[in-house]
Structure formats: C-alpha cells, structure tokens
C-alpha cells in the first residue's frame, strides 16, 4: 500500500459530522510539536481528497463529453450535461490554489501574537511596536520551493516593487523588521521604495503592496499559507479582500484581544459580511496580556452577544446539516475562548472547514451525476413510451380515416335525394330573386343598336352566358353552403380526433424531418377531401349541365332577329334557364363528384399514411437503438460516478464504517455487522469487490436505484456507501444497510406461527406494491431477501437487479426457482415479482426451507427451467388451504397477464389472516 493511497482519518471531537484519527481532545500546549503533525494531516487529508475530486471531475466531464458525441438525448436535454461554470470555477480553485489562513483582527498585535503562537516563532514584532497612527500593511507568509528565503514587496500580489532578498539572505533575521510591515516606514527598504521613481510613486499602490515572507516554518507547505489583514480603515477595504482572496482558498479566522468590539470593529465586520457573506469566520479571543489565568468571564458573553447581534453566532445551534444547499451558508462562523492556550478547537474548526469545502465540491459532482441520470431515465421513459404509442396511433389513424371515409360514401350516397331537394329548395328560395338581378345585370363589351338589340350572334351569346354565369354562381353558392351544413356534423365527430391523433404524431418527429412530413400532408388531405371540396365553386359538371341547358335555350332563338337586349329579355333568358335546371341530375352529378373526390382523397391518405408508417419505423428502430445505449452505456456510466462521488462524500462526512463480524454471504458480497456509523446505531455493511466493469455497473445501479427509493417500512434502508481505498489493487465498495435480526429463510427453518407467516406475506406484497409503484421491479424475490425485525416484521433487500421497468433491457437475472418463464423470452415486465411471490408464498404456506419436490427432482438447472417452461410448478401440500393454494398458483400462472394485482393478493391474504384470527379468538 502506497502512501498515496492511505486514507487520513482525523477524528475531532467537536462537529458531528466529522470522523476518525483523534485529534487531541486534550487541550494542546502551544508549541506543540502534535499540533504541527496534526496539521500537516488536515492539510494531507485535504489534498488527498481534493486529488480524488480531481480525479472524478476528469472523469465526469470525460464521460459527459462521450455522451454528448453520442446525440442520445434530445437537444434540450443534452444541453443540460455540463457543469456550470461557476460549480466548475470552484472546483478548479480547489485544484489550484493553496488554502490561506486570513488571519484579522481588532488589532496587529493580535494578529501578531496569534500567528507568532501557530508559526512557534517570532516572526513578527510583537506589540507595543507600532503607534497607533501607524499602518500596518498586509503580510503573506509562505514556504515557496526557493533554496533563498527572504521577504519582498508586491502590488496586488503580482507585481513586485522591490526584493528585499539580497538584503534578508546576507543578515539571518528572526524577527520581520517593523519598518517593513509600515506604509510608509523610514526602513531603507521602504525608503527605496517611497523614492524609486521608476517603479512607482502612487501612494494608493504602496498601501496595498503586501509584505511578503518566504521561510521554511514547519506548519506551511505549498498547500498552506497565513494571510494578515492589513490595519488600516481607510484603505479600500474591497480591494483589498479580493487582492487576499485571489488565488487561495481562504479560511478566515478574526483574533478579539480587547474587552469588546469597537465601532470600527463592528463597521469592519458588517462591510466583510457584505463581501463575502457566505464564508464563515472563527472568532478566537486570545487574552490581552500573557496571563490565561486573568482572563475574565464578563467580555467573553459580551463579545458574543455583539457577534449574535451582527448575525456571525447564535445562540441556537442552527449549523446546516445540509451540506448539499448552495443557498444557505456552508457552516456557522464559531467562536473560540482562550485562543492562545488550546489550539485544539483552532484545529477542529479548521478540519470542520476543509471538510465542508470538499463535501461541497464533490456534492457538486454529485448533483450533476444525478440530474443527468434523472434525465436519461426520464428520456428512457419517454422512448419506450413512444416506441409502444406511436404504431397504436398510426393503427388509430388508419382506423378512424377509414370510419370516416365509409361514413361520407354512404352518407353521399344516402344523401342524393336530400341533395336533391336542396337544390330544389334553393332554385325556389332564388327564383325571383336571380331573375330580379339578372334584369340589372349590366353585360360589358357588346355593341347594342339604338333599338337595344344586339348587331350579331356573338354578342347575342355574350349576354346569355353572362347571365347563365351569374345564375350559376349564385346557385352554387347558396347549394355549398346548404350542403357544408349538412356535412358539418361528420366532420366534428371524426376530424376532430382525428386530427389530435395526427398532431401527435407530428410531435413525435425528428427534428431534423423536412418540412414536407407525411403528417403535415395528412392535415392538407384531410384539409382538401373534407372541407374545400365542398364548397363546389369550381364544380366542372355542374357547369357542364349549365352549358348544355343554354344550348339548348340558343336553340329555341329565333336567328333572324335578334331579341332587344332590355330587362325583360333578361328575365326571360334567366328564367328559362331556372327552369329548365334538372335538380335529379344536379343531385347527382353533385354526388358522383363527391364520392370521386372522397375516394381519391382516401387513397391519398392511404398512401401517406403508410409513408408516415415507414418514417416512423425508421425513427422508431434508432429510438429503440438509442434506448438500448441509454440503458446500456450511459445509465452505468454516470451511476458509477454518481456511486463514487456519494461514497466520497460519505467517506468525507463519516468515515470508514468499522467492519464487525461477518453475518452472511451472498453471490457477490460478504455482509459484516457494523455497530455504529454515520449517526446509525446498528448497521451492516455490506462489501463488495466487484470483479469487473459489468459488475461495477450492476453494482452502480443498485445503488443509484436504492438511493432514490423514498424510506418505506418495507424497504430496507440504504444509509450510505464508502469506497475503499485504502489498498490501490482492490477497492471494495462498503454499502451500509440498516440491520435486521435475520432473514427469512433462517425463520423459517426454525418454523413460525401460521399468522406471523402471514403477516410477513402482507410485508412482502405491500413492499412490492411500492416498489411496482414506483416504477421499478425487483426481479430477485426469495427467502434470503426478506429480512425480519425483532418483531418479525419484514423488509425487502437487496435489490441488485431492482430497475426502473423501462430501463429494464429483458437480462435474465434472478434465482433459478423464482424465476417466471417469461424471463427466457427478454420480454417481461414487473409481474416477475408476482410470480416469484407465489414460490415465495409456497415457501411461508409450507412453513420450511425444503425445496419443493416437483424442483428437486430436476438434477440442473437448464432442466428445471425447461420443466417451468412446460408448466411444472411446486405441488400442493397437504397442509395448504384451498385460499392459500389459489393464490400461488394465481400468481405463478404461465401467463404474465393472468396473474392477480398485487391488491387482490394482498385482499386475499388480509381476509385469510382475519379468518385466524376470528377462529382463534
Ligand atoms: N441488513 C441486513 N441485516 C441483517 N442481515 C443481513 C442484512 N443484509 C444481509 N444480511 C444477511 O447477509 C446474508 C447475505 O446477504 P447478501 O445480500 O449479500 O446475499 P444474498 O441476498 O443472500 O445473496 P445474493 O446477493 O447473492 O443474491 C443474507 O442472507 C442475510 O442473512
């Protein structure tokens, strides 16, 4: 084992929620060398898990961007498979920057103490050194990889006025000059500072230059340095935090040595809050003089009180214990008595604090692994909910065209002589009327003499079509209308639907479909064949029939004198032709166009129709392959994530669960007692090492599935998961269960009451009907995955193949016995469960753990699966009521669909249960 693997476990025994390595619970001396060691393990602690986000977080976006290249998804919803860019700012600061304690203060000699007591060295001039005019500018303390240490001046940390290294390397110093931390101190140093005119002479940029110190001290590493605030209220206090806060991780801890909070104090404090009002401060009043033993009880209430009131304490202990929320503050800021002569409380909030930072970090990977499965299930959803709907829709708009197409035949051919009278009833409702205007029907282009009669035979005809014409489009108009009313009723009982239907399926296209769909030219059909074509404007026969009439009215003329073209003459022309109009043959003629028009728009429709079909067969086949890679790829890609970044942040919070003594086996882990973790009291564990990628990925979705399923008293509970780190070659992953007493197949082998059987049928079915409910199938029901209570109350485990049933892809997964024939077809559903209850039930009827015999004459197992297939099942027993034996054999009935609702076996075994009782009382 690498010492790179090595998990750092720190207990402190301060927060609840973190863990292992004791910290000293003792107070710590100052100077202690354990204090340096123990700090050196927070930071390493740190690292380490900050090296696993890192880790992950390649992974994550590695995955996410295969995914993405895999167009799986819908647009929409592949757009939401990232990171955002401030989660992943944060992260990337954990990576980069090292951690800094800021420390502030009411005063430098605070700080200078407290810093001087950490570093066990006096390192800065201690007070009474400075006036209290003076300006104290911000010191940066850090170990860099420089054989030279020394200390240099710089401008917003970057640029660097001047290097006082050659100055410092000659002269071995202890203590930091007190000239150098001054604006404007008379050091020579500073001097060159204040009169180098090539670097700069701009007051502001010499306030804001820090000091910084370069020295090997044995608390700081790459990883940590110790930032001092610069005491100057006057400065612009903004700039200033961002120049402290720009490229480290800060921790900000704020010294009190004087009896209260001045005003300037509070004001300092209150314009923090408002900058940074999301980071917690560790208050720590430290004693104005060395004495411990003087420090009195009455400041210390008084300060807290003035931090209640300015919103850093309270008096309640109101820490979130929800380290997922963005919202509310990571933790409470905390206050520290006695500063200087227990650092162990410094020690614990400082590992509270990096807790929190790389809880927050992975909760934030963790959140996206399970926004993005909540998304591949909901598109797996809603894939197979197309896959089964879209040919049932197809098959319904087929249907219903057909409905209406022989309902509009049969209705125009019942229709004619309603058709018929229609006509009649317009040309008599019209009569009057259309000879009325065709007397004031001016009739352009005709060259009349003065007598008004026409000069030749052409103009002659002009007139009379020019009256047929009005005639013929006032008759239409009025007979479309007459007919559209009579119409309108199919077209409300069937397009209706019809159209709904249609416009789903339009929904359902791709995105990238033309814009010619087969769906959008079945609108146009239904569009053309039963709306327009009614409104005959342009009905070609009516207009024939028309045209033979005036024909044979031209006949009638006398050639010789040509009629005076006046009112009267006008009349007679339109009048003549009213007459003579056949409303049988109209009727008719109007009915065979219709027919013809409906059967072409049929046929129409028929052949788009199966256009449709084959486009959506097509869509259909890469839906079905894209919910196979769904399930298949992406489902156990991201689950795996999510199953490492939650155990990561489990392992954070509390720990590597203490393995007990080993309680059972299964096929794939060893289950060990666990007396206490993460708040439970009795737990199990149970390990796992899977042996490969599939079983990684079975592993991965259990979990993912387990964790999502709300708490049920049927269920039982998942409390969390820790990987294993610790040995690079085999990492095992540790779920931990809430403990039960045992499982069924030990109860019964030691037999129970008929009426606890009973019961714990009850527990099984309603644990099923919950998880049916759920969405999800079990597809591992047997003895040894029902636990009992101390009070024989059982609860569903292990749900290693439990899945969602639209992400199940028909695996044949289960116990030989349990299993319903169905599972051989890869077409099955969650009535499995149903049928594997009713061998379960044959077991709790049976009051034993022997195998039925009808199996136990099959020497393999390919052999009972083909005695199951054929329909051999457990027989009757002796003992078994006629109640009992119906509901099993109900529920292991050959057909899935004839099986009982979980509800119904449910009623059954609830009256059953009733009868003992009423008979035993
Ligand atoms: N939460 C628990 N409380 C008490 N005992 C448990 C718990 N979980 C499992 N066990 C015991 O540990 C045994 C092994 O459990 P495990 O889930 O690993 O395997 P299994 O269900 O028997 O078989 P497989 O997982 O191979 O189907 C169980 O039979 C049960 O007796």
């Known amino acids: 084992m690498t010492d790179k693997n090595?998990?750092?476990?720190?207990?402190?025994?301060?927060?609840?929620?973190?863990?292992?390595?004791?910290?000293?619970?003792?107070?710590?001396?100052?100077?202690?060398?354990?204090?340096?060691?123990?700090?050196?393990?927070?930071?390493?602690?740190?690292?380490?898990?900050?090296q696993h986000i890192q880790r992950l977080l390649k992974e994550t976006e590695k995955s996410y961007d295969e995914i993405n290249d895999t167009r799986v998804l819908a647009p929409?919803?592949?757009?939401?498979?990232?990171?955002?860019?401030?989660?992943?700012?944060?992260?990337?600061?954990?990576?980069?920057?090292?951690?800094?304690?800021?420390?502030?203060?009411?005063?430098?000699?605070?700080?200078?103490?407290?810093?001087?007591?950490?570093?066990?060295?006096?390192?800065?001039p201690e007070s009474p050194i400075i006036d209290n005019n003076a300006v104290v500018r911000m010191i940066r303390i850090k170990v860099e990889n420089h054989p030279i240490h020394g200390a240099s001046f710089s401008i917003s940390g970057s640029f660097e006025l001047i290097n006082a290294d050659i100055m410092y390397k000659a002269v071995s110093w202890a203590t930091v000059p007190r000239d150098d931390l001054i604006v404007n101190g008379t050091n020579e140093?500073?001097?060159?500072?204040?009169?180098?005119?090539?670097?700069?002479?701009d007051y502001e940029q010499q306030e804001t230059a820090s000091l910084e110190i370069r020295k090997p001290l044995e608390l700081l590493s790459d990883d940590l340095q110790i930032v001092i605030t610069p005491s100057n209220q006057n400065l612009n206090m903004k700039q200033i935090y961002v120049q402290i806060t720009e490229n480290i991780v800060p921790i900000f801890i704020y010294i009190i040595d004087q009896e209260i909070l001045s005003p300037n104090d509070i004001d300092e404090l209150r314009f923090f809050r408002s900058i940074v009002p999301n980071e917690p401060i560790l208050f720590i009043r430290i004693d104005q003089s060395d004495n411990s033993s003087n420090?009195?009880?009455?400041?210390?209430?008084?300060?807290?009180?003035?931090?209640?009131?300015?919103?850093?304490?309270?008096?309640?202990?109101?820490?979130?214990?929800?380290n997922t929320s963005d919202t509310t503050p990571l933790f409470q800021s905390d206050m520290i008595d006695n500063g200087l002569t227990n650092f162990t409380l410094f020690l614990n909030y400082v590992l509270k604090h990096i807790d929190r930072l790389t809880i927050r970090a992975v909760g934030i990977l963790q959140r996206s692994h399970e926004l993005c499965l909540d998304l591949f299930n909901d598109s797996a959803f809603d894939m197979a909910r197309d896959?089964?709907?879209?040919?049932?829709?197809?098959?319904?708009?087929?249907?219903?065209?057909?409905?209406?197409y022989e309902s509009l035949i049969a209705l125009t051919n019942s229709k004619q002589n309603e058709i018929q009278k229609l006509i009649l009833q317009a040309v008599d409702e019209m009569h009057e009327v259309l000879a009325d205007e065709a007397c004031s029907l001016e009739i352009p282009g005709i060259e009349l003499t003065d007598q008004l009669t026409v000069k030749n035979a052409r103009d002659l005809k002009k007139c009379t079509s020019a009256i047929q014409e009005q005639i013929l489009v006032r008759l239409n108009e009025t007979i479309a209308n007459k007919l559209l009313d009579s119409i309108n009723v199919l077209h409300d009982n069937y397009i209706g639907t019809l159209t709904r239907c249609l416009f789903s399926l339009e929904g359902s296209r791709d995105e990238d479909e033309s814009e010619l769909s087969a769906s959008k030219a079945l609108q146009e059909i239904l569009h053309s064949a039963y709306e327009v074509n009614l409104s005959l404007p342009t009905n070609s026969n009516l207009f024939q029939i028309l045209i033979d009439k005036m024909k044979e009215l031209f006949r009638t003329f006398s050639w010789n004198h040509f009629p005076r073209i006046d009112p009267e003459f006008k009349r007679s022309v339109a009048l003549d032709i009213l007459n003579s109009l056949s409303e049988a043959k109209l009727a008719k003629s109007v009915c065979t166009q219709l027919n013809d028009r409906i059967r072409m728009s049929h046929d129409n429709f028929e052949t788009l129709l199966k256009q449709l079909e084959h486009r959506h067969s097509d869509r259909l086949k890469s839906t079905e392959d894209k919910q196979q890679r769904v399930r298949k790829e992406c489902t156990p890609k991201i689950a795996r994530l999510l199953l490492e970044s939650t155990s990561l942040k489990d392992l954070i919070q509390y720990g590597l669960p203490k393995q007990g003594r080993e309680i059972g086996r299964g096929q794939y882990g060893v289950v060990y007692d666990c007396k206490s973790w993460a708040n439970h009291q009795s737990c199990v564990l149970k390990s796992v090492i899977p042996p490969d990628d599939r079983h990684w990925n079975d592993l991965a979705l259990e979990f993912h599935y387990l964790r999502r399923i709300p708490e049920h008293p049927r269920i039982v509970k998942l409390i969390g998961s820790v990987i294993d780190y610790t040995d690079s070659d085999q990492t095992p992953v540790l779920l931990v269960m809430?403990?039960?007493?045992?499982?069924?197949?030990?109860?019964?082998?030691?037999?129970?009451?008929?009426?606890?059987?009973?019961?714990?049928?009850?527990?099984?079915?309603?644990?099923?009907?919950?998880l049916h409910g759920l969405g999800l199938v079990h597809r591992d029901i047997k003895l040894k995955n029902v636990l009992l209570d101390e009070t024989n109350r059982a609860r569903i485990t292990d749900l290693g193949f439990c899945k969602p049933e639209v992400m199940m892809s028909g695996s044949l997964v289960g116990t030989p016995i349990h299993m319903a024939p169905e599972l051989f077809t890869s077409k099955y559903d969650h009535t499995v469960d149903i049928y594997a209850f009713g061998i379960l039930f044959w077991y709790i009827c049976s009051n034993g753990i022997k195998l039925p015999t009808n199996f136990d004459v099959c020497s393999s197992k390919d052999i009972l699966w083909s005695a199951v297939k054929k329909g051999v099942r457990p027989e009757r027993l002796m003992d078994f009521s006629d109640e009992c034996w119906a509901i099993m054999t109900k529920c292991w009935d050959t057909q899935p669909s004839q099986r009982p609702y979980l509800g119904e076996v449910q009623e059954k075994i609830e009256q059953i249960l009733n009868n003992t009782r009423t008979t035993s009382v």
Do not use: W
Request: charged share 25%; glycine share 2%.
């Open 6 to 50: 090595r998990p750092i476990t720190i207990t402190s025994n301060g927060g609840k929620s973190s863990s292992t390595l004791p910290l000293s619970t003792s107070p710590l001396p100052i100077h202690s060398s354990v204090l340096t060691q123990q700090f050196s393990d927070i930071i390493r602690r740190y690292k380490y898990y900050c």
């Open 76 to 124: 929409e919803k592949m757009s939401k498979i990232h990171l955002s860019k401030s989660d992943r700012e944060y992260l990337d600061a954990l990576k980069t920057r090292p951690l800094a304690l800021i420390i502030c203060s009411q005063s430098y000699s605070g700080k200078s103490r407290f810093v001087n007591e950490l570093l066990n060295e006096q390192l800065l």
């Open 189 to 201: 140093h500073n001097s060159l500072l204040n009169n180098d005119d090539n670097l700069t002479d």
């Open 295 to 322: 420090m009195s009880e009455a400041p210390c209430v008084q300060t807290f009180r003035q931090l209640c009131d300015l919103g850093f304490l309270s008096f309640l202990n109101t820490e979130s214990s929800d």
């Open 387 to 404: 896959i089964l709907i879209t040919p049932k829709r197809l098959s319904y708009a087929r249907e219903k065209e057909k409905n209406l």
């Open 738 to 770: 809430e403990r039960l007493k045992r499982d069924l197949y030990a109860a019964l082998k030691n037999r129970l009451e008929f009426s606890i059987r009973m019961r714990i049928a009850l527990d099984v079915v309603e644990g099923l009907r919950y």
